[in-house]
Structures are given as structure tokens and as C-alpha cells.
């Protein structure tokens, strides 16, 4: 496997979306966020879009195999939980089948509900009849009850929307729509960028209609670079007012820095959350512009110009999590963007 | 994107094991099978192998991307609840967080739990207390209680033993490893290889270590072939004895027999089940041996050769699922082949 230098294969954000089809269910999916927006403007209420889990990028039109990018959504679904219960608003665009709020507690390998249900005789609830009947586990009826009444909350509320990706297009076209709806909300929109997206695609025009044969020697594949869709995120389709968060996940540590600097110099957003793949359930590092230089700074990544802070939890300690840590700290880091508004 | 002919990348199934790392788990899955499957043959069982899910072939070895084969696992986890029902005991060889027989019911994106479940307040159970409990939908409760009732009589039996893998080099090493195992019940072993596997794959040596930094133009992967290892699972270790069932998915359904066919004559197995990614719930075909041309059969993959049989059910019948057909038609098969020991 070799990484090539070419040049031919570079696609801009424009050049992208005028010659990559938009997913067929775009236009229901934007219908259902503006409801969304609209509804918890008028509240007042906060918005964040949380981005979750990987991207795919088929070989094939008619699909069998395809790139994918490793993410089972833990990051985007447990900030998603710990934002609803900070007040926002939030809409959840994850990956088909990745893990979502409060069902995340359930999973089916590693936490399967069927083992904590049993079946017994007696009398049903408060009917008076008798029959068999479906009944927790002790262990377990603590935790689910705190699980349920906080999803019911929720759902009665109407602060979750949630819609699903599959493919690095579907999440493009997604992204840019919604951002735009949201953009409605100025600096009250915070976007939570924790998906894992694909560096590279396949364009449609490369793709083989249908599923590629083996017994021919070893399979080449060469793909694009995604186009880096942050600058017109920022710039344009949010207008410069979204509080934006992207992260950056590596393998090597030393990249960490000095890859969240140059993303922010390049494009001008507020917050990058570095993570490394073996450590990131219990360590964070917040990258953001220095409140002192912030105003020159685009285009400059000198590390002195950039706060670095690390967010820590006791990996032994298993019933905190990190998300935890990281929504309160952007809440307040939102609250205080926000605030600025009505001095400008 | 193109598919080039080379041999200098073609493995045997002897060259890949040679030089390929086995997973760490192996070892340890290995004694579990083992003690799954001599506890079945005390008991003159018959013990199907149900491998489900699609394998991925990793680009890194601190991997965050990988190739992967679209599988949700559904046929897979629902033939193995029709083996168990049929009386097999099954060992279930699935890709980690694919569907699983029982709580696929239950998804979390198309069936969540927590959406027919209710926090009510009463007399809880059998016990006179008072207090919240949770309670299920009377919408969902004979389903439930249906599910619950067969998921915890298997769980008594014993009859059902899970073991999961990732990449296709797991998949590989186990199959091999299980097959092996499984060997010494001779003809009342079954495996039904219903798991989507990469033609395809990256040997350990070529590997990059870290992520695959983007930002250099175009990504170019070149991956060797998988080896077939249909035929060291017929001929060695399953010495010739096992029923074996493999799986062809096309997008091209024209294929379908001829592929069929070539894969019996190349392998000498017992049944190819036909399915195209488009009508695979409602229909397949099962290619197999003529039973007047079998014996004289390797090496000729002439159609007339083969008999072929479609399966079909109704797509507007919620209520059926194909998989009970299918099933119904290798338990026969299957007894006839077992019956054969006793006349060679």
C-alpha cells in the first residue's frame, strides 16, 4: 500500500456538490430539521448537531464492499446524553446501526437486555389477572428505570431528532443542509463534529456497477481526497457564528498538537478535541485560539498562539465518563461565545 | 479504480497460515469449542457451525480504517435460530456487533427495547411492595414472551455457544481452528458459511503502522487475494466428511449458477446457496451434485451436472422468514447425508 502525491484528484467543496449526487432522502431529512430548528428557536433553546460514528466509502454501485472508518459511535452518543441533560436541543446524525443515546447502555454483546428479563407467573401489574408476565432482574431495575425516565423525559420533551448516514456523501450532504438550517440560531448552534469521516472517497463516476470479481490477481483501489468541508462550514454555511468543535483522533501522540493547531489556523472555528485511539476514553486535550491573539490568528499555527488543555478521568473508575467532563467544559466555553454576541 | 492481473500476491491457504499471525483469543476459543462440541457428541447431537457477519480486512495495524463486506448478519443469526429449533446445537461464529439469533428482534435502530417499555408505578411482581416498575407494551408482550421463552430454553440446554471475530484474518484462523474440532463428529457436523468474507486482504508485512495521513493527493491500496480455503476445509480438515454449505451473493444474477457451479465442481462440497443482494429475503437456489453424476463429479463444472432449486416465498408475508425453509431443507439433506456412514 502506497500514499501517491498527485494532484489531478483534488476536489474543492463546490466542484464536490456539483458533481456527487445528493442521498435520495435529502429533502425529507431537511423538512424534519427545520421543523426541529424552528420549534426550539422560538424556546430559546440551545442547538447542537452531534455528529457520530464512521463514514463508508462503497467500491461498488450496487454495494457489497466498501472503506470504512472505525467508530461503534460511543463518543457521539454519550455527549449526545450528556447535552440533553444540559438543556440543548440536540440532533443526532449518526451512523446506521452505530450507537445511540440511552440504547447505548444496552448492547447487544456486550450488555444484551434479553439476559435481564425473565419470565414469571402471577399477577399482571395492576390488571388483577393472572398469567405470565415479564419482569427485570433485580440487579439490573435501578440503572434501566434511570435509563427510561430520563429517555421518556426526552422523548416528551422533543429535544432529540435524529437522522442516519451510511455513506462519506450522505454525511457531506447532510452536513452542509442541516448546517445551514441551523444556522438560523447564530451563535446559540454549537456543532459537535465527533463522526469519523473518511479522508477519501470514491467519486461516482469511478464507481463499477456491480460487485467486483475476484480471481484476477490483487485488487487496486485509488481514491480522492474528500474535499476538507470545515472551511466552507465555518465561513460560509454557518456564517462565521456556529460554535464549531472537530476532533482529531490519532494513532501517534505526537501528531495531536500540532495537527489541532494547523486545523484551526487553517480554519478558524473555536475548539479542537484531540484524542488518541488507546487512550481516549480517559484523556482529552482541548486545543482552542488564545483569548489574547485570537484576532490575528488565522493562518498562523504557532503553538504559542493556541490554549492547550487536557481534560483527565481515573481510568479505574468506571462509572464516570469523559463526556461528562467535556459537555460541561463547552457549555461554558458556548455560554460565553454566545454572550458575545450582544457586544458586537 | 481497477483490478489488475498479478500473481506475484497469490497465497495458498498453507503459505497464508505460515505467515500470517493467529488472534490472540485463539488458544482460549478454541478450548471452549472443544468443550462444546464433546459435550454434544455424548448426546448424539447433530452440531452445525453458522458463520455470519462480514470480515474486514484492516489498513493499519493501530487500525482506524478498514475494508469491510456489507453484512448485517441476518441471515446468519436467523438460520441459527431455526438449526436450534430443528434440535441442533449450534456455534455461532459472528462478526462482533452483527446481528445474533434471539435479540435480533430487537434493534436498536428499527425495534428498540426502550420504545415498549413504561415506567408505572403499583405493586411490583409477587412481592406486595410498592413502588416504580417497568412493564412492557401490551403491544409487544407476546412477541416478547415468545422470544424471551425459546432464548432462555436454548440458555438451559447448553445448545448454543457464541464466539466472534473482526478482521478476515480471524475469520480465517477460526474456521480453520473450529472446523478442525468439529471434525471428530465426521458426518454429523454441518457448516453453514453464511458470513460475508473479503476475497481480499493486506498481509501482516504490509501493513503501515500508524493512521494514513491524508493531505498527499490520492489514496492508492493494492491488496492480495484471499486463498480459498473451501478446499482445505473439505478435503483436510474435515477429512472429507462434514456437509458443507457456502454462500454465493451477486449483484449480477446471472452469475449466480454458473459461479455455482464452477465452486461445487472446484471444491467437491455439498450445497452452494445462490442469493442476489437484491431479492435475498425472498429468494435463493440451492446448487448441488446431481445425484446420478456425483460420484465422477470433480473438476467438471458443466451445469447439467448440478441440480438446481429455488426457494421462494411470498415478500408481502411479514410473518415468514426464508431462513425456516432453508433450514427445513438441510435438515433433510443432512440426515440423508449422515445416513450414508453406515453403508461405506
Not at 393472572?130 to 425516565?149: F, M, N
Not at 469511478?206 to 474535499?227: A, C, N, R, T, Y
Not at 460554535?243 to 494513532?251: M, N, P, Y
Amino acid at each position: 500500500m502506497s500514499t501517491a502525491s498527485t494532484l489531478e484528484s483534488t476536489f474543492s467543496a463546490e466542484t464536490y456538490f456539483a458533481t456527487q449526487p445528493p442521498p435520495v432522502s435529502l429533502d425529507q431529512d431537511i423538512l424534519g430539521v427545520r421543523e426541529f430548528v424552528q420549534r426550539h428557536a422560538r424556546t430559546g433553546r440551545k442547538v447542537v448537531l452531534v455528529t457520530s460514528g464512521g463514514t463508508t466509502v462503497p467500491l461498488e454501485l450496487n454495494v457489497v464492499r466498501f472503506l470504512d472508518n472505525f467508530s461503534a459511535g460511543t463518543r457521539g452518543a454519550t455527549s449526545a446524553e450528556y447535552f440533553l441533560k444540559a438543556g440543548y436541543a440536540v440532533i443526532f446524525m449518526h451512523r446506521q446501526f452505530s450507537l445511540q443515546p440511552f440504547s447505548r447502555h444496552y448492547s447487544h454483546s456486550t450488555h444484551p437486555f434479553l439476559d435481564f428479563l425473565e419470565v414469571e407467573q402471577g399477577t399482571i401489574g395492576t390488571s388483577g389477572s393472572e398469567g405470565a408476565y415479564i419482569s427485570v432482574k433485580p440487579s439490573e431495575r435501578t440503572q434501566l428505570l434511570e435509563v427510561l425516565a430520563a429517555y421518556k423525559t426526552v422523548q416528551k420533551a422533543g429535544t432529540l431528532h435524529t437522522l442516519n448516514f451510511v455513506t462519506v456523501n450522505d454525511y457531506l450532504w447532510l452536513l452542509r443542509a442541516i448546517s445551514q438550517e441551523l444556522s438560523v440560531l447564530g451563535r446559540d448552534a454549537m456543532y459537535y463534529l465527533a463522526a469519523a469521516v473518511s479522508d477519501f472517497f470514491l467519486p461516482r463516476q469511478k464507481l463499477s456497477e456491480h460487485k467486483i470479481q475476484s480471481g484476477k490477481g490483487s485488487l487496486h483501489i485509488e481514491m480522492d481526497q474528500v474535499p476538507k468541508i470545515l472551511k466552507p462550514l465555518v465561513s460560509d454555511w454557518t456564517r462565521g457564528e456556529g460554535f464549531i468543535v472537530s476532533f482529531k483522533l490519532e494513532t501517534d501522540s505526537s501528531l495531536l498538537v500540532p495537527k489541532a493547531c494547523a486545523a484551526l489556523a487553517r480554519y478558524g472555528h473555536q475548539v479542537v478535541i484531540g484524542n488518541d485511539l488507546h487512550t481516549r476514553k480517559h484523556q482529552v486535550i482541548f486545543v482552542s485560539p488564545s483569548p489574547k491573539t485570537s484576532s490575528s490568528l488565522q493562518g498562523n499555527s504557532d503553538e504559542q498562539h493556541f490554549e492547550q488543555v487536557w481534560l483527565r478521568i481515573d481510568p479505574a473508575d468506571k462509572n464516570k465518563e469523559i463526556e461528562e467532563d467535556i459537555v460541561a467544559e463547552l457549555v461554558v466555553r458556548h455560554r460565553a461565545w454566545a454572550g458575545l454576541r450582544s457586544m458586537t
